[in-house]
């Protein structure tokens, strides 16, 4: 069976390092394993407006800003397929024919949905299309026949509902569709990159994320200000790892090789942990050896972009030409969705003929 990448990400902002830790990297690393027949990679503004339907102006200038994103991350339009998703109206068609196997209560206890609902004060009067958007999720998926999806960890509760309806569908129907897997960061400071000021949620309007697109004074500022042990006040006293920004960055970002070049006194990770913990480092080390850390990722991703931004057409055609490709793929499945379900009928010949016989006898 074809290995398949389906995943994408709701154009409402630049993407942050929260992101890049969370997937874009992983996606990066996938793509250029060779390993995958196909990678479709999403940008969801269908799902952007079902919690931003009368902001539809946001939605539509930050295409360009996750594109950009995207591709100034070493996603390459030569191997992975980007594309918009309100363009191809096949995922809508199939969203209808999906809602039919799911449950308002199913979708009610979906744990990513009733997160989001509280967040986004919904518990009064939820949109029905914010409320199934899981459904439309499942299409984004199933449509491109998707083995694999990388997501962050709050996105498991959709894949199983994707696989839900797979099965669902399969058994009802015919077996059409392809149950797929998430694939989440191994390292739980991947899995929850906290804000600069140690709030568990990176959000724009509290000002604690890092952008991709940043500049290098940008990062260099966040870093000077990032939370980090509120108790260790001297130099010399012990400090705690425990919900410190700081060193959940630096777990998410640093490599041994990190320690060669810009702090060689110790060797990894763990002689740095230790001796903060015994006491005698401060703070303003360990975050200068962030800035470096995070500065050598984010540097190439930021020309990259410098680049890219010089031919903004060039980048919309990219998108273009990946929502074409991306068109033919999810009409094929959906044709193949009609055919198990019977609703195919003027090439159904079968049919034709016994209802003419039906009539003739
Ligand atoms: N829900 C995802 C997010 O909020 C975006 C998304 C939409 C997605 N459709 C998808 C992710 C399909 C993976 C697969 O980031």
């Given at each position: 069976m074809s290995?398949i990448?389906l995943?994408?990400?709701?154009?409402?902002?630049?993407?942050?390092?929260?992101?890049?830790?969370?997937?874009?990297?992983?996606?990066?690393?996938?793509?250029?394993?060779?390993?995958?027949d196909k990678?479709y990679?999403?940008?969801?503004?269908?799902?952007?407006?079902?919690?931003?339907?009368?902001?539809?102006?946001?939605?539509?200038?930050?295409?360009?800003?996750?594109?950009?994103?995207?591709?100034?991350?070493?996603?390459?339009?030569?191997?992975?397929?980007?594309?918009?998703?309100?363009?191809i109206?096949e995922l809508?068609e199939l969203t209808f024919y999906y809602m039919n196997l799911v449950?308002?209560?199913?979708?009610?206890?979906?744990?990513?949905?009733?997160?989001?609902?509280?967040?986004?004060?919904?518990?009064?009067?939820?949109?029905?299309?914010?409320?199934?958007?899981?459904i439309?999720q499942a299409s984004d998926i199933t449509a491109f026949k998707a083995t694999?999806?990388?997501?962050?960890?709050?996105?498991?509760?959709?894949?199983?509902q994707a696989r839900e309806i797979v099965r669902k569908f399969n058994t009802i129907y015919a077996p059409v569709l392809v149950e797929p897997e998430?694939?989440?960061?191994?390292?739980?400071?991947?899995?929850?990159?906290?804000?600069?000021?140690?709030?568990?949620?990176?959000?724009?309007?509290?000002?604690?994320?890092?952008?991709?697109?940043?500049?290098?004074?940008?990062?260099?500022?966040?870093?000077?200000?990032?939370?980090?042990?509120?108790?260790?006040?001297?130099?010399?006293?012990?400090?705690?790892?425990?919900?410190?920004?700081?060193?959940?960055?630096?777990?998410?970002?640093?490599?041994?090789?990190?320690?060669?070049?810009?702090?060689?006194?110790?060797?990894?990770?763990?002689?740095?942990?230790?001796?903060?913990?015994?006491?005698?480092?401060?703070?303003?080390?360990?975050?200068?050896?962030?800035?470096?850390?995070?500065?050598?990722?984010?540097?190439?991703?930021?020309?990259?972009?410098?680049?890219?931004?010089?031919?903004?057409?060039?980048?919309?055609?990219?998108?273009?030409?990946?929502?074409?490709?991306a068109?033919e793929t999810a009409a094929q499945t959906l044709s193949e969705v009609k055919s198990a379900m019977k609703i195919n009928y003027?090439e159904d010949?079968?049919?034709?003929?016994?209802?003419?016989?039906?009539?003739?006898?």
């Amino acid at each position: 069976m074809s290995k398949i990448i389906l995943t994408g990400d709701r154009p409402t902002g630049r993407l942050h390092v929260g992101h890049y830790v969370g997937s874009l990297r992983r996606r990066v690393e996938l793509q250029n394993s060779g390993e995958y027949d196909k990678i479709y990679i999403m940008i969801a503004d269908a799902q952007a407006l079902t919690d931003n339907f009368d902001n539809p102006e946001k939605v539509r200038q930050n295409i360009i800003e996750v594109a950009l994103d995207y591709m100034s991350c070493g996603l390459d339009p030569a191997k992975s397929n980007l594309f918009i998703q309100s363009q191809i109206s096949e995922l809508t068609e199939l969203t209808f024919y999906y809602m039919n196997l799911v449950t308002v209560s199913r979708l009610q206890h979906n744990p990513t949905v009733k997160n989001e609902i509280q967040l986004r004060n919904f518990e009064a009067s939820i949109p029905v299309g914010f409320f199934t958007y899981p459904i439309s999720q499942a299409s984004d998926i199933t449509a491109f026949k998707a083995t694999t999806v990388p997501v962050g960890e709050d996105q498991l509760p959709m894949i199983e509902q994707a696989r839900e309806i797979v099965r669902k569908f399969n058994t009802i129907y015919a077996p059409v569709l392809v149950e797929p897997e998430a694939l989440i960061p191994d390292s739980e400071a991947c899995k929850r990159l906290p804000g600069t000021d140690g709030k568990a949620k990176m959000s724009k309007s509290l000002g604690n994320c890092i952008y991709l697109s940043d500049s290098a004074d940008e990062v260099q500022e966040k870093i000077k200000n990032m939370f980090t042990d509120p108790q260790h006040l001297r130099v010399s006293d012990p400090g705690h790892l425990e919900g410190n920004t700081v060193f959940t960055y630096l777990d998410a970002f640093c490599k041994d090789e990190h320690f060669e070049r810009y702090l060689p006194e110790y060797a990894n990770l763990d002689e740095l942990k230790a001796h903060y913990t015994r006491g005698g480092l401060g703070d303003m080390k360990v975050k200068r050896f962030l800035t470096n850390v995070m500065q050598e990722t984010l540097e190439p991703i930021r020309n990259r972009r410098k680049e890219l931004e010089k031919d903004i057409p060039a980048v919309f055609d990219v998108l273009k030409a990946g929502t074409e490709a991306a068109r033919e793929t999810a009409a094929q499945t959906l044709s193949e969705v009609k055919s198990a379900m019977k609703i195919n009928y003027f090439e159904d010949q079968e049919l034709i003929r016994q209802q003419a016989e039906k009539y003739q006898a």
